[in-house]
């Protein structure tokens, strides 16, 4: 009982405050959600609209193809950057002459701010300033230009992405390589096991959890990505990179709809967290078939 | 003169912190196995689809408190069966 008492004390300060940042605002989200908050309205306040937010969102073309084009971006990045960032881990794990000045290099850009990450960019990328259409017209005679072309604009944030989050991957894998225990591939050396074998019956079950961890790092933080595409395109040409998190801001700042902007976080929030279960239960669960 | 066994003292008699539960679950009807935790996270999530979902393509012919009384239903036929 007095463990029980002591350990709710210790725990209490972090509770209090996880409380007061976490669950207070979004209980807060939850309420605005239900009203039509708006403070260049005709009527000053917030006004009881029921579910009208909700029933507003699901016929919002705008929302929906912004999540969808959100969706997009994420299965790139994420996958992209886990099979460079392992490929990379597998290799920073070995030693070899300058591992440690590249793995330095190589962490570089996370220090990088996103809003830097997204200026350096568009200093790299823009028409007509950019040594990157300069080089790809001069060189290949590609026209390349993020603010005519929407396919070149989604790519270039695909590739900003990639590059400025593969370290953090890579981090994270080498961390999880260095600890796995050296005893289970001695055994199956010894047993004959080949390089494929070692690695698919070894080094990833026992990597599964790190894995699962990084991916959903990088899943959420890709569903939410903004500052770095706002400062790149902007969301465009037209609305082409208009993800949803920018759009969100969109609808909630220079629009002052408060009530249908939370509404809007609400939904994004709960596809991130079914997203993210049912990922969570694809892996876990095919674990447990593979074991058994 | 032969020193006495010490006894043990009081405050060393308290009572060992318990190891934390691991709640394995169950299976039901799902199929994955879950605990009550995991059915009333399913049951939350579903609720809230359908509600999304009767919004979009069926509030046009049936009021939204059917989806309600629904979602209610399966939530509760999954923390009881799932």
């Known amino acids: 009982m007095r463990a029980t008492?002591?350990?709710w004390g210790l725990l209490a300060p972090t509770l209090i405050i996880l409380g007061f940042?976490?669950?207070v605002p979004f209980l807060y989200v939850v309420y605005v959600g239900f009203f039509d908050w708006d403070i260049f309205?005709?009527?000053v306040g917030m006004v009881f609209a029921g579910v009208n937010n909700y029933r507003r969102l699901v016929f919002d073309s705008e929302y929906l193809a912004a999540l969808g084009r959100t969706l997009q971006f994420m299965i790139w990045v994420v996958a992209s950057e886990l099979l460079l960032g392992f490929g990379l881990a597998q290799l920073l794990a070995k030693n070899f002459w300058g591992r440690s000045v590249f793995r330095t290099i190589h962490a570089l850009p996370l220090v990088v701010a996103p809003i830097a990450v997204g200026a350096t960019w568009r200093l790299f990328t823009i028409p007509g300033f950019g040594p990157l259409p300069y080089y790809l017209d001069k060189w290949f005679g590609i026209e390349y230009s993020i603010s005519r072309y929407a396919s070149h604009a989604f790519t270039t944030i695909v590739l900003m992405d990639i590059w400025h989050w593969t370290p953090f991957v890579t981090l994270t894998l080498v961390a999880g390589l260095t600890a796995l225990p050296r005893e289970p591939f001695e055994q199956a050396l010894v047993d004959g096991a080949n390089r494929w074998q070692v690695f698919r019956y070894l080094t990833l079950p026992l990597l599964t959890p790190v894995l699962v961890t990084t991916t959903f790092i990088r899943i959420m933080?890709?569903?939410?990505v903004v500052d770095e595409v706002w400062m790149l395109t902007g969301g465009g040409p037209g609305t082409s990179t208009r993800f949803v998190g920018l759009h969100i801001w969109l609808v909630v700042f220079p629009k002052t709809a408060y009530g249908y902007g939370a509404a809007m976080s609400l939904l994004t929030l709960y596809f991130t967290i079914v997203l993210s279960w049912l990922l969570f239960i694809a892996i876990t669960q095919s674990g447990k078939?593979?074991?058994? | 003169?032969?020193?006495e066994p010490q006894k043990p003292s009081k405050t060393n008699n308290t009572t060992p912190v318990a190891?934390?539960?691991r709640h394995v679950g169950r299976k039901?009807?799902?199929p994955i196995t879950t605990n009550l935790w995991d059915r009333f996270f399913i049951g939350g999530v579903l609720l809230v689809a359908i509600h999304l979902l009767w919004l979009r393509f069926i509030e046009f012919y049936l009021p939204l408190p059917i989806a309600t009384v629904i979602s209610l239903i399966l939530m509760y036929v999954i923390m009881r069966w799932g």
């Open chain 2, 28 to 30: 039901g009807f799902l």
């Open chain 2, 1 to 3: 003169m032969a020193e």
């Open chain 2, 19 to 21: 190891a934390p539960v």
């Open chain 1, 41 to 43: 309205a005709a009527k």
């Open chain 1, 5 to 7: 008492r002591v350990g």
């Open chain 1, 21 to 23: 940042v976490g669950v």
């Open chain 1, 289 to 292: 078939q593979t074991a058994s």
């Open chain 1, 221 to 224: 933080d890709a569903l939410r």
